[in-house]
């Protein structure tokens, strides 16, 4: 055991570990693409917030083990609810009240417009509830 990496404020792992762990419990139809998500979490390890990138290495655990492998059809779908969740989740404290009114914008331009635009909506979206600028970037 690593007894400097010992903190009580954090759980704290090797990527080794981290490796060792999903390709023990990842759906075996997706442990090939370990290697590509390692790459992928350490590359975004340099600069993403920690919150950020816990959720993303919880979301991905939870992918690769709840898996129910299938064909991945054209579109992306998200629940509202799942949606409005990660924007909690990830929002800048200061922003964290705009929250359901954001996702409430965000569905009222893709029942009005249409998905078409709904992908660069919802990444700036995240952009802004993350950020820690004022409200003059407000997406809707």
């Known amino acids: 055991m690593n007894t400097h990496l010992l903190n009580s404020d954090k759980l704290i792992m090797t990527w080794k570990e981290l490796e060792t ?20 979490v350490r590359t975004l390890a340099k600069t993403a917030e920690p919150q950020a990138l816990t959720t993303l290495v919880m979301a991905l655990t939870s992918c690769l083990l709840e898996a129910a492998p299938q064909e991945p ?6 629940e509202w609810r799942d949606l409005e969740s990660a924007w909690n989740t990830l929002s800048h404290p200061a922003k964290f009240p705009e929250v359901t009114d954001t996702v409430d914008s965000v569905r009222a ?12 909506t919802v990444v700036s979206a995240t952009a802004w509830l993350t950020s820690e600028g004022g409200n003059d970037l407000k997406p809707g």
Do not use: V
Request: charged share 15%; net charge negative.
């Open 21 to 40: 762990a999903w390709a023990t419990l990842a759906d075996p139809e997706y442990r090939h693409l370990l290697p590509g998500l390692l790459t992928m």
């Open 73 to 78: 059809g054209e579109y992306l779908s998200m």
């Open 109 to 120: 331009m893709a029942l009005k417009f249409g998905a078409e635009h709904s992908a660069l």
